[in-house]
């Protein structure tokens, strides 16, 4: 198994953990929100599901498997990191066409909020260009 096929699975693996914080008693607050900075609903965690599964199939296809999925999926989650930061909405969720732009916020919870998909869409982004060559 590949360096890549091992950071798959690590992607799955982080992904489910994703997928399961709404349902783990004293993480949400009153509000709903997850670690009290983040909404997460069942479009959400429909999507780290699926994205883990993704990471699961490519992690046991092949090490190109893997490449392509590090690539695709960094670019998609970095990219909604980004959105998010700027408008207060993904893309990744619809969240940019159903609701209607916060504006830029350098704010901390706006920061926290969007760092998952910053730092998973980068790192995995930077994986599958950088490690994948060869």
């Given at each position: 198994m590949t360096i890549l096929q091992k950071i798959c699975i690590g992607y799955f693996v982080a992904l489910m953990i994703a997928a399961s914080l709404n349902y783990i008693p004293g993480l949400t607050d009153e509000n709903g929100l997850v670690f009290g900075i983040f909404a997460l609903d069942i479009f959400d965690d429909s999507l780290h599901v699926v994205s883990?599964?993704?990471?699961?199939?490519?992690?046991?296809?092949?090490?190109?498997?893997?490449?392509?999925?590090?690539?695709?999926?960094?670019?998609?989650?970095?990219?909604?990191?980004?959105?998010?930061?700027?408008?207060?909405?993904?893309?990744?969720?619809?969240?940019?066409?159903?609701?209607?732009?916060?504006?830029?916020?350098?704010?901390?919870?706006?920061?926290?909020?969007?760092?998952?998909h910053l730092a998973l869409g980068g790192f995995a982004l930077w994986a599958g260009l950088r490690l994948g060559r060869g």
């Open positions: 883990a599964l993704w990471a699961l199939a490519s992690a046991f296809i092949s090490s190109r498997a893997a490449r392509t999925f590090l690539i695709l999926f960094g670019a998609a989650y970095l990219g909604d990191g980004v959105f998010g930061f700027f408008t207060g909405w993904g893309y990744l969720d619809l969240g940019i066409f159903t609701n209607e732009s916060l504006g830029m916020d350098v704010s901390l919870p706006r920061v926290l909020a969007n760092l998952p």
